[in-house]
């Protein structure tokens, strides 16, 4: 290994070691989120520092092909600890700002889209039901008063031509009376408890 690919290999272990302390503090921000559930939180941590330690090596590959000295531990500890010194504290509260924002314009977006389209559309769904019960209860109403129209003449014409029959006959269709009651109680359960019954 060249004094070069030394020199470089340790620029960017510092780097790294910077970035790491940049990475854990980032993730140590949102896990209170799922602090209450053990095996994510297992699942989390491991998965993260997987993936730290493959970046970092993946660096040092194209940097001097993989190859670990000591000296690569030790830049990579200085610049995390470089990290700590220097950055800490201005990184976790940029954090926090840019969380805060992020929060802002997901909850200016949540009500830009519940006030364009999540609440003139339940006004149309209202609008329509009510449209239609209005127009089932139009309709059932003009359907009782054109049966009210039907029925109550040919009644009378029924009733004035039972009293002009005679006696005997009369009893006949007395007899045979039930099959009018049926429908005239049928009729009027109908008026009396169907929901859209006029007013």
């Not at 005679?166 to 049926?182: D, R």
Request: hydrophobic share 55%; aromatic share 18%.
């Amino acid at each position: 290994m060249t004094l070069d690919t030394q020199f470089m290999t340790m620029i960017f272990m510092i780097v790294g070691g910077f970035y790491l302390g940049i990475a854990r503090d980032t993730f140590r921000r949102f896990s209170p989120y799922w602090k209450k559930k053990t095996w994510l939180t297992y699942v989390l941590e491991s998965s993260f520092w997987l993936t730290q330690t493959f970046l970092l090596f993946y660096v040092l590959f194209k940097v001097n092909g993989g190859e670990l000295r000591v000296y690569v531990f030790l830049a990579c500890l200085l610049g995390y600890s470089m990290y700590k010194v220097m950055a800490a504290n201005l990184y976790q509260k940029a954090l926090e700002k840019i969380i805060s924002m992020l929060r802002a314009i997901c909850r200016f977006f949540a009500r830009t889209v519940q006030a364009l389209l999540i609440t003139p559309l339940r006004w149309i769904v209202r609008m329509v039901i009510t449209l239609f019960l209005t127009l089932m209860q139009l309709i059932l109403s003009i359907i009782f008063f054109l049966f009210k129209v039907i029925y109550t003449p040919i009644k009378w014409i029924f009733q004035l031509i039972y009293r002009l029959l005679p006696k005997k006959m009369q009893k006949i269709l007395h007899k045979t009376a039930g099959f009018y009651s049926i429908i005239k109680n049928i009729y009027i359960k109908l008026e009396k408890y169907i929901p859209f019954k006029r007013r």
